[in-house]
């Protein structure tokens, strides 16, 4: 959905005219109309007056999606939609395994309440900040790409609000706060966290090579698993990190592949490869296949950590439970469906979560 917005016209011979700014715009040309050559607008609102030049296959620069961030200032709104704090999934996606390899960490190592919630706490901030970050550079990487699927072609840089130029010095912000996060940590953790970067940078990229960008996002998307366990213990707990964070991986192979076969066909057209083309027609088979392997890891993961039973109920079960929910009812020929199951997988890592909470939290008042 678009904000519709009532702007005014000005015109060199019709005066002031107020229109929608949603409505078809035409241009007078030799008594024709010459979309094609792009169309020259002057927008007034109030006392500012600015000017638009627009393709065919274009939408204006000021068209965003109407959300909340239409109430802040406009000089900032492009900023944020490039962020897309408004869809704050990705968000929780990032931030889950963070709070999952933290509470672990803390259980095994009998670790204070308060150090365990400031430590979710600051992990919480820096999911915010280095979602957006991995936003920006995800939207400089695909900008012309963007432009030509439905769904993306209102992002800031695709329509032109953001420059590139902008998009790289906003970047630099976003990335001198995440390591301002980051510092807060010990120096086994800054370098690890640290580490992840690359594969930020390159999952772009994996889309235009090969057809298992998933599996690169999954590496990135999870590696809070590892650095949460580092954070609290001062070091990574191999044993009981490295099978929660392929716990985490086999997760987004299942959650992403379900997001990529909303825009499968726009993918097919302009080249771009994604788990939900490889698999095509067998897409339930994998990720029944995957979410075999979330469930399994994160099993194993709780039994080298000593778990207690709250988590092989809450945890574990709840999400069989729910990946099974998903696989069952999901439609993949819908993208309003597959984005409603995309986004449910926040109540997934929530569910892992609150057994590992569960039992953490009785060992505390034990």
Known sequence: MFARRSLTVKSKSAGITPVNMMSVVKERANGASSIA???RHTFTTGANVRSIDEKKDALPSAVVPGTWLDRVPKSVQPYLYLTRIDKPIGTWLLYWPCAWGITMA?????????????????FGIGAVIMRGAGCTINDLWDRNIDKKVERTRVRPLASGAVTPTQAIAFLGLQLGAGL???????????????????LVVTYPAMKRITYWPQVVLGLAFNWGALLGSSAMLGAAN??????????????????????????KKDDVKIGVKSTALRFGEKTPEFLAAFST????????????????????????????AHLAWQLRTVNYENPADCWSKFAS??????????GIAGDYLHQLVM
Do not use: E, R
Not at 189 to 197: D, E, F, T
Not at 250 to 259: G, K, N, S
Not at 298 to 306: F, H, R, T, W
């Open 37 to 39: 050559n792009g169309i």
């Open 106 to 122: 803390s259980y095994s190592g009998h670790l204070p309440w308060t150090s365990t919630l400031s430590t979710i706490g600051l």
């Open 180 to 198: 301002a996060v980051l510092t807060q940590l010990n120096l086994y953790s800054i370098v690890l966290g640290a580490s992840s970067l690359s």
């Open 238 to 263: 191999w044993p009981v990190a490295l099978p929660l964070y392929a716990s985490g991986v086999c997760w987004t192979l299942v959650y992403d592949t379900i997001y990529a076969h909303q825009d």
């Open 293 to 320: 392997g979330m469930v399994s890891m994160l099993a194993l993961a709780g039994y080298m950590n000593d778990q207690g039973p709250l988590f092989y109920v809450l945890s574990v079960g709840g999400a069989a």
């Open 345 to 354: 997988n926040k109540w997934t890592g929530a569910l892992v979560f609150s």
